[in-house]
């Protein structure tokens, strides 16, 4: 069998949903870290792999895939991780609570993105993640209450959108962004914190892979 190789930054975001994801099917994964600090997702043999010069990419099952969302939504239908609901309204209404963080708050606060609006600079860098997250969260916990957790975001196993939380709330402590008063959000983060697949994906636990 072919080894399982993602291609990932230990802080990516986007690479902790797919690692959770991976750690949910139970499949063996190597590790093969592009530092992005270091500037090797703009050499040569990583443009290669993955031309937009981002992480993660995944080479699995004989192919290659990028983008993260992509990435879950292929394991999730080729490992029936059930991810996301059968019935068609309650698919979309998880899909929405996911993708306010994947796709509207996360790539504002991506590494080249805030790079560039701050130049790097504090306290404008802290500023910047502390504007977009603080209410970026505070939205998704009102929009938790459409849903049961118990104890997972939308019921009693995790969805996509338990894959898309967690590295934000990562990013949200490690920036100082406030979400104390977001009571749905730190009852699920307790949950995702005891479950193995969450614990193994954790940037603590790969940064030294």
Known sequence: MNTVRLYDYWRSSASYRVRIALNLAGIDWQSIPVNLVAG???????????PQGLVPVLDIDGHRFTQSLAIIDYLDSTRNLQLLPVEPVLRTQVQALAYSLAIDLHPVCNLSVVEYATNGEEPARTQWMRHFITPGLRTFESRLAEFEQSPFCTGDRPSLAD??????????????ADYSQCRRIRCVAEACCDH???IAAHPDAVKAL
Request: glycine share 4%.
């Open 40 to 50: 090797e997702h703009k050499q040569a043999d990583h443009l290669a792999r993955h």
């Open 163 to 176: 894959l898309c939380l967690v590295p934000q709330l990562y990013n949200a402590d490690r920036w100082g």
């Open 196 to 198: 193995p697949a969450f």
